[in-house]
Nanobody, 123 residues
Framework: QLQASGGGLVQPGGSLRLSCVAS????????VAWFRQAPGKEREWVAV????????YYSDSVKGRFTVSRDNAKNTAYLQMNSLKPDDTADYYC??????????????????WGQGTEVTVSS
């Protein structure tokens, strides 16, 4: 299972780093993605780090501001979020799976999920 943490209240322009600790599974074997869901909105894909080659991809809304990474020794994935905006406010989820490249943005292709961690960007 996955355990996400690191959310909180931050001012616009600030930074947060979310962590996703895996237990019982090895993140080395999975593509790990981050999704978010704001109140009243659909779940949105944010970023992904693919299992093969470690390639990373980002949604246009976070590209250049967010960075995904992984610490194999700690079996933990991270989402570094910089230059946060009020529109980034949402519950953030990490997920692991083996989606093909063309399907990596679809949350239904991930079978292992962490609980959400809440991020609020507000002054």
């Amino acid at each position: 299972q996955l355990q996400a943490s690191g959310g909180g209240l931050v001012q616009p322009g600030g930074s947060l780093r979310l962590s996703c600790v895996a237990s019982g599974v090895s993140l080395n074997s999975y593509t790990v993605a981050w999704f978010r869901q704001a109140p009243g909105k659909e779940r949105e894909w944010v970023a992904v780090r693919r299992v093969s080659g470690g390639m990373t991809y980002y949604s246009d809304s976070v590209k250049g501001r967010f960075t995904v990474s992984r610490d194999n020794a700690k079996n933990t994935a991270y989402l570094q979020m910089n230059s946060l905006k009020p529109d980034d406010t949402a519950d953030y989820y990490c997920a692991a799976g083996v989606p093909i490249l063309s399907a990596q943005r679809d949350w239904r292709n991930y079978r292992i999920w962490g609980q959400g961690t809440e991020v609020t960007v507000s002054s």
